[in-house]
C-alpha cells in the first residue's frame, strides 16, 4: 500500500523532495544494510543523519497524512537530538498546528516544551507545554510525563 497509495501521493513526495534524501533498498538483495540497520519487517522508513546515525523509524503502513506528521517529528528528533532546538520547537509546532488529531501531537507539545526549555532555561516553558498538553490531550501518556513540570 506504501508504493500504491502512500508514496505516489503528491503531498509526500513534494514533502520528500523538499526536506530528505531518499534512499530506496530493496529487501531481498540488501540484506547487510538490513543487518546493520537492524530492519526486519517492511515498511521500514529510517531517517539517518548525514553520519548514518539513525534518528527515527517507521515500521508499517501509514496513509499519507499520517506520513507526513511522522516525516515533520523526525525532522524535529535529528534537529532536537543534535541541540539544534530553536529548529526542533518549529518542527514539533508545526506537528501540533497542522496534525492536532494525530498521535504524534501531543509527544510533539512535550517535546516543544523541552526545546523551549533548552533554549530559554525558564521552567514556565515546561509548565506551559504541561498545561497544553493536560488541556488538549488529558489521556495521553505524554501529559502524564509532564505532570513533574506544574
Do not use: C
Not at 20 to 49: C, G, M, Q
Amino acid at each position: 500500500m506504501m508504493d500504491t497509495v502512500t508514496y505516489p501521493a503528491q503531498e509526500v513526495s513534494d514533502f520528500v523532495n523538499a526536506n530528505l534524501v531518499a534512499w530506496r533498498v530493496d529487501y531481498l538483495s540488501e540484506t547487510r544494510l538490513l543487518r546493520l540497520f537492524h530492519i526486519n519487517w517492511t515498511p521500514t522508513l529510517l531517517f539517518l543523519d548525514t553520519r548514518e546515525k539513525e534518528r527515527y523509524r517507521i515500521i508499517g503502513y501509514l496513509p499519507p497524512g499520517i506520513l507526513i506528521a511522522h516525516m515533520i517529528l523526525a525532522l524535529g528528533n535529528a534537529a532536537f537530538q543534535t541541540s539544534r532546538y530553536g529548529e526542533a520547537e518549529n518542527h514539533y509546532g508545526r506537528i501540533a498546528r497542522d496534525f492536532p488529531a494525530s498521535e504524534e501531537a501531543p509527544r510533539a507539545l512535550f517535546f516543544r516544551g523541552v526545546a523551549r526549555y533548552k533554549q530559554s532555561r525558564d521552567d514556565a516553558d515546561l509548565e506551559q507545554a504541561a498545561r497544553e498538553l493536560a488541556s488538549l490531550y488529558p489521556e495521553s501518556e505524554w501529559t502524564l510525563r509532564s505532570l513533574p513540570w506544574v
